[in-house]
Nanobody, 122 residues
Framework: QMTLVESGGGLVQAGGSLKLSCAASGRTLRRYNMGWFRQAPGKIRETVAV????????YYADSVKGRFTISRDNSANTGYLQMNSLKPEDTAVYYCAATGSYDLRTQQYDYWGQGTQVTVSS
């Protein structure tokens, strides 16, 4: 069993930046691909970014390309999402998740964090 805990969310003005962290415990994160997801009120959950176990392959949603950067530090057992040039439409609860699948495009994730709120004001 692996536990994921997100942190770093908060209130920020449009154009500002936040860095989210995802700390893993119970298992070694190195063996898992990791993704960031978000869900706004009344909306379905959507994929934001994905990174493979070695950190050399990534995926980004079109809406965040050029603004967000996903990364990981396997020695620290932690994943990150750097968010720059934030927009009000980025407001959502952000979740990190991990999967044992080798497929970067998999829809099957095994472990989920509790979420952290990101609110971008105009």
């Amino acid at each position: 069993q692996m536990t994921l805990v997100e942190s770093g969310g908060g209130l920020v003005q449009a154009g500002g930046s936040l860095k989210l962290s995802c700390a893993a415990s119970g298992r070694t994160l190195r063996r898992y691909n990791m993704g960031w997801f978000r869900q706004a009120p009344g909306k379905i959950r959507e994929t934001v970014a994905v990174i493979n176990w070695s950190g050399d392959s990534t995926y980004y949603a079109d809406s965040v390309k050029g603004r967000f950067t996903i990364s990981r530090d396997n020695s620290a057992n932690t994943g990150y999402l750097q968010m720059n040039s934030l927009k009000p439409e980025d407001t959502a609860v952000y979740y990190c998740a991990a999967t044992g699948s080798y497929d970067l495009r998999t829809q099957q994730y095994d472990y989920w964090g509790q979420g952290t709120q990101v609110t971008v004001s105009s």
